[in-house]
Every structure is written in structure tokens, then in C-alpha cells.
């Protein structure tokens, strides 16, 4: 089944108050969280929804003291544009691992001194 490009575009929207920058974050928070059963689906992830919604909270919450209305306008149109990728099935597989990558492989990126990086060759 073809998608449609502009199935889930919304056009780039200047907020101009910070009540109105509010409600738009809910609103795209929202439209994410209602979305993580299909992307669970479309990306055929072994993951538990709660570990999908924890995450996604936990990028909403990694701008949450922005006061810009400039820069919530253009977060705002970044997580449109990432929501309307990732739900038209137009991203790969290992571009949403990426968001996972700390939480499967903790001693990947746990941090090693020069010792230990030595000891395995990789110095």
C-alpha cells in the first residue's frame, strides 16, 4: 500500500505565545503516543510499549526548560517532520535503534579508561 506524502504533513506554524507553544507540544506529544502501537507494527520492534513511550517522554523532556518561542517553533516543526517520517514507514529500521541504542548495549557506551580500551586492542 503506497503512502501519500502529505497523509500526515502539517505545515510549519510560528507559535507567538507560550500558552499556544503549550498546547502544541501536548498535541504532537499526543499524536506520538497514540502512534507507538503502529510503530511497533511498521518497524516489527521486540520492545515493550512502555520502553517506547518512556522514551519518547524522555526526549520531550530533554527540552522541556526551552523558552524561546523561535526555538519551541523550530522543535515543534522538527517533531512534526519526525513523527510524519516515522509513521509513513520512511524511515529504516536501525534509524529508530538509534534512539535505543544506550538501553540494549549499556556497556557499548559505558566509559572506559585508557587500560581498558588497551587491554582490548582498541587503543
Not at 516489527?44 to 522514551?55: E, F, H, N, T, V
Request: no cysteine.
Amino acid at each position: 500500500m503506497p503512502t501519500k506524502a502529505t497523509h500526515l504533513a502539517r505545515t510549519t506554524k510560528i507559535v507567538t505565545t507560550p500558552l499556544e507553544a503549550r498546547m502544541e507540544t501536548i498535541h504532537l506529544y499526543r499524536r506520538f503516543l497514540r502512534a507507538t502501537p503502529t510503530i511497533l507494527r511498521l518497524y516489527q520492534m521486540d520492545l515493550p510499549l512502555a520502553m517506547i513511550r518512556s522514551k519518547l517522554r524522555q526526549e520531550f523532556e530533554r527540552q522541556r526548560f526551552v523558552r524561546s518561542l523561535p526555538v519551541i517553533s523550530v522543535l515543534l516543526a522538527k517533531g512534526n517532520m519526525e513523527y510524519q517520517e516515522t509513521v509513513n514507514f520512511w524511515k529504516q529500521k536501525a534509524q529508530i535503534f538509534k534512539y535505543f541504542s544506550q538501553e540494549e548495549y549499556p556497556e557499548r557506551y559505558a566509559r572506559k579508561g585508557f587500560v581498558d580500551k588497551f587491554l582490548e586492542g582498541t587503543a
